[in-house]
Protein backbone atom coordinates (compact mmCIF):
# COMPACT_ATOMS: atom_id res chain seq x y z
CA UNK A 1 0.00 0.00 0.00
CA UNK A 2 2.75 2.25 1.08
CA UNK A 3 4.91 1.64 -2.25
CA UNK A 4 2.88 4.05 -3.89
CA UNK A 5 4.62 6.85 -1.96
CA UNK A 6 8.22 5.71 -2.66
CA UNK A 7 8.48 7.93 -5.80
CA UNK A 8 7.52 11.03 -3.49
CA UNK A 9 9.88 10.18 -0.79
CA UNK A 10 12.77 9.33 -3.46
CA UNK A 11 12.97 12.88 -4.82
CA UNK A 12 12.91 13.84 -1.19
CA UNK A 13 15.65 11.90 -0.54
CA UNK A 14 17.96 12.78 -3.26
CA UNK A 15 19.84 15.98 -2.25
CA UNK A 16 21.12 14.12 0.87
CA UNK A 17 21.60 11.02 -1.17
CA UNK A 18 23.90 13.57 -3.70
CA UNK A 19 25.73 15.33 -0.84
CA UNK A 20 27.04 12.08 0.75
CA UNK A 21 28.22 10.76 -2.45
CA UNK A 22 29.75 13.97 -2.78
CA UNK A 23 31.48 13.73 0.49
CA UNK A 24 32.68 10.62 -0.37
CA UNK A 25 30.40 8.20 1.95
CA UNK A 26 29.71 4.31 0.14
CA UNK A 27 25.78 3.33 -0.03
CA UNK A 28 27.43 0.18 1.95
CA UNK A 29 28.02 2.55 4.59
CA UNK A 30 24.92 4.47 4.98
CA UNK A 31 22.93 0.89 5.19
CA UNK A 32 25.29 0.07 8.01
CA UNK A 33 24.71 2.80 9.75
CA UNK A 34 21.31 3.11 9.16
CA UNK A 35 20.76 -0.43 10.58
CA UNK A 36 23.06 0.32 14.08
CA UNK A 37 20.73 3.46 14.21
CA UNK A 38 17.73 1.69 14.28
CA UNK A 39 19.07 -1.02 16.47
CA UNK A 40 20.43 1.06 19.06
CA UNK A 41 16.96 3.15 18.84
CA UNK A 42 14.90 0.55 19.51
CA UNK A 43 16.95 -1.49 21.81
CA UNK A 44 18.03 0.76 24.01
CA UNK A 45 14.53 3.01 23.82
CA UNK A 46 11.60 0.76 23.84
CA UNK A 47 12.18 -1.62 26.78
CA UNK A 48 12.76 1.61 29.07
CA UNK A 49 8.68 2.65 28.08
CA UNK A 50 10.51 5.78 26.70
CA UNK A 51 8.42 5.27 23.34
CA UNK A 52 8.01 8.53 21.35
CA UNK A 53 11.22 9.40 21.70
CA UNK A 54 12.66 6.22 20.40
CA UNK A 55 10.24 6.37 17.53
CA UNK A 56 12.15 9.49 16.67
CA UNK A 57 15.15 7.82 16.56
CA UNK A 58 14.41 4.92 14.74
CA UNK A 59 12.76 6.65 12.27
CA UNK A 60 15.14 9.15 11.86
CA UNK A 61 18.04 6.35 10.51
CA UNK A 62 14.95 4.64 8.76
CA UNK A 63 15.31 7.05 5.58
CA UNK A 64 18.42 5.55 5.36
CA UNK A 65 16.93 2.60 4.13
CA UNK A 66 15.80 4.65 0.79
CA UNK A 67 19.05 7.07 0.65
CA UNK A 68 21.04 3.95 0.30
CA UNK A 69 19.31 2.59 -2.95
CA UNK A 70 19.11 5.94 -4.53
CA UNK A 71 22.85 6.64 -3.68
CA UNK A 72 23.66 2.95 -5.02
CA UNK A 73 21.70 4.31 -8.36
CA UNK A 74 23.36 7.66 -8.88
CA UNK A 75 27.21 6.47 -8.29
CA UNK A 76 26.62 3.09 -10.48
CA UNK A 77 27.17 0.60 -7.66
CA UNK A 78 24.02 -1.24 -7.73
CA UNK A 79 24.88 -4.88 -7.38
CA UNK A 80 24.06 -8.22 -6.12
CA UNK A 81 26.16 -7.32 -3.23
CA UNK A 82 24.46 -4.15 -2.08
CA UNK A 83 20.49 -5.80 -2.69
CA UNK A 84 21.45 -8.95 -0.31
CA UNK A 85 23.25 -6.72 2.17
CA UNK A 86 20.39 -4.08 2.59
CA UNK A 87 17.56 -6.66 2.50
CA UNK A 88 19.65 -9.03 5.14
CA UNK A 89 20.37 -5.79 7.75
CA UNK A 90 16.68 -4.49 7.04
CA UNK A 91 15.42 -8.27 8.97
CA UNK A 92 17.95 -6.92 11.63
CA UNK A 93 16.33 -3.63 11.99
CA UNK A 94 12.76 -4.82 11.50
CA UNK A 95 13.78 -7.27 14.59
CA UNK A 96 15.07 -4.80 16.85
CA UNK A 97 11.54 -2.47 16.53
CA UNK A 98 9.82 -5.65 17.77
CA UNK A 99 12.37 -7.41 19.89
CA UNK A 100 12.54 -4.11 21.57
CA UNK A 101 8.82 -4.33 22.30
CA UNK A 102 9.02 -7.69 23.46
CA UNK A 103 11.89 -6.84 25.72
CA UNK A 104 9.14 -4.11 27.03
CA UNK A 105 6.26 -5.92 27.64
CA UNK A 106 8.33 -9.01 29.26
CA UNK A 107 9.84 -6.68 31.68
CA UNK A 108 8.86 -2.77 33.35
CA UNK A 109 5.58 -3.38 30.58
CA UNK A 110 4.89 -6.62 32.55
CA UNK A 111 2.08 -7.87 29.75
CA UNK A 112 2.87 -11.82 29.23
CA UNK A 113 -0.11 -11.57 26.46
CA UNK A 114 0.94 -8.73 24.38
CA UNK A 115 5.10 -10.29 24.68
CA UNK A 116 3.89 -13.18 22.80
CA UNK A 117 1.98 -10.85 20.65
CA UNK A 118 4.69 -8.44 19.60
CA UNK A 119 7.04 -11.79 19.29
CA UNK A 120 4.42 -13.18 16.67
CA UNK A 121 5.00 -9.80 14.92
CA UNK A 122 8.68 -9.95 15.00
CA UNK A 123 8.72 -13.92 13.79
CA UNK A 124 5.79 -13.08 10.79
CA UNK A 125 7.60 -10.16 9.58
CA UNK A 126 10.57 -12.64 9.35
CA UNK A 127 8.33 -15.41 7.72
CA UNK A 128 7.09 -12.41 5.31
CA UNK A 129 10.12 -11.51 3.32
CA UNK A 130 11.48 -15.17 3.92
CA UNK A 131 9.00 -16.68 1.92
CA UNK A 132 9.29 -13.73 -1.12
CA UNK A 133 13.06 -14.62 -1.23
CA UNK A 134 12.55 -18.73 -0.79
CA UNK A 135 10.43 -17.72 -4.25
CA UNK A 136 12.78 -15.63 -6.03
CA UNK A 137 15.32 -18.50 -5.36
CA UNK A 138 13.17 -20.67 -7.00
CA UNK A 139 12.16 -19.01 -9.97
CA UNK A 140 8.82 -17.84 -8.59
CA UNK A 141 7.34 -14.97 -7.25
CA UNK A 142 5.81 -13.82 -4.11
CA UNK A 143 5.27 -9.98 -3.47
CA UNK A 144 2.10 -8.52 -1.91
CA UNK A 145 -0.49 -8.93 0.71
CA UNK A 146 -2.25 -7.27 3.30
CA UNK A 147 1.16 -6.39 5.27
CA UNK A 148 4.10 -5.73 3.45
CA UNK A 149 7.33 -4.57 4.87
CA UNK A 150 6.74 -1.14 4.77
CA UNK A 151 3.17 -1.22 5.93
CA UNK A 152 4.40 -2.91 9.22
CA UNK A 153 7.10 -0.56 9.96
CA UNK A 154 5.07 2.58 9.70
CA UNK A 155 1.89 1.49 11.75
CA UNK A 156 4.17 0.50 14.52
CA UNK A 157 6.05 3.53 14.55
CA UNK A 158 3.36 5.64 14.28
CA UNK A 159 0.94 4.34 16.52
CA UNK A 160 4.25 3.17 19.07
CA UNK A 161 5.24 6.88 18.69
CA UNK A 162 1.28 8.40 19.11
CA UNK A 163 1.06 5.81 22.29
CA UNK A 164 4.35 7.05 24.11
CA UNK A 165 3.43 11.07 23.14
CA UNK A 166 -0.38 10.77 24.14
CA UNK A 167 0.06 8.29 27.30
CA UNK A 168 -2.28 6.18 25.46
CA UNK A 169 -0.84 2.16 25.53
CA UNK A 170 -4.34 1.12 24.01
CA UNK A 171 -2.60 2.08 20.71
CA UNK A 172 0.02 -0.15 21.01
CA UNK A 173 -1.89 -2.82 22.24
CA UNK A 174 -3.94 -2.30 18.77
CA UNK A 175 -1.64 -2.40 16.40
CA UNK A 176 0.52 -4.93 17.83
CA UNK A 177 -2.90 -7.35 17.81
CA UNK A 178 -3.61 -6.31 13.87
CA UNK A 179 -0.21 -6.42 12.62
CA UNK A 180 0.18 -10.03 14.36
CA UNK A 181 -3.18 -11.12 12.44
CA UNK A 182 -2.21 -9.42 9.42
CA UNK A 183 1.20 -10.80 8.87
CA UNK A 184 0.37 -14.35 9.61
CA UNK A 185 -2.58 -13.29 6.52
CA UNK A 186 -0.04 -11.87 4.54
CA UNK A 187 2.48 -15.41 4.99
CA UNK A 188 -0.83 -17.14 3.83
CA UNK A 189 -0.86 -15.33 0.61
CA UNK A 190 2.25 -15.74 -0.23
CA UNK A 191 2.22 -19.92 0.12
CA UNK A 192 -0.44 -19.59 -1.70
CA UNK A 193 0.83 -17.61 -4.44
CA UNK A 194 3.59 -20.01 -4.94
CA UNK A 195 1.98 -22.78 -4.82
CA UNK A 196 -0.32 -21.79 -7.75
CA UNK A 197 2.75 -20.96 -9.71
CA UNK A 198 4.07 -24.67 -8.54
CA UNK A 199 0.81 -25.83 -9.96
CA UNK A 200 1.07 -24.08 -13.23
CA UNK A 201 4.53 -25.07 -13.95
CA UNK A 202 3.90 -29.08 -13.45
Known sequence: MLERFRETWAKIMTPIADL??????????????????????????????????????????VFSDMVDGIMARKSGRSSAWGAFLDSTL???GDA???GGLVLWFG????????????????VGGQLTSYAR???????MEAKG????????????????????????????????WVLAVASAITVVQRVLMVRRQSLAQA
Open 20 to 61: LLRLGVSPDAVTFVGTIGVSAGALWFFPRGEFFVGVLVVTAF
Open 90 to 92: DRI
Open 96 to 98: AVF
Open 107 to 122: GEGDDTVLMVVALCCL
Open 133 to 139: ARAEALG
Open 145 to 176: GIAERSDRLVAVLVMTGLSGLFDLPILLTIVL
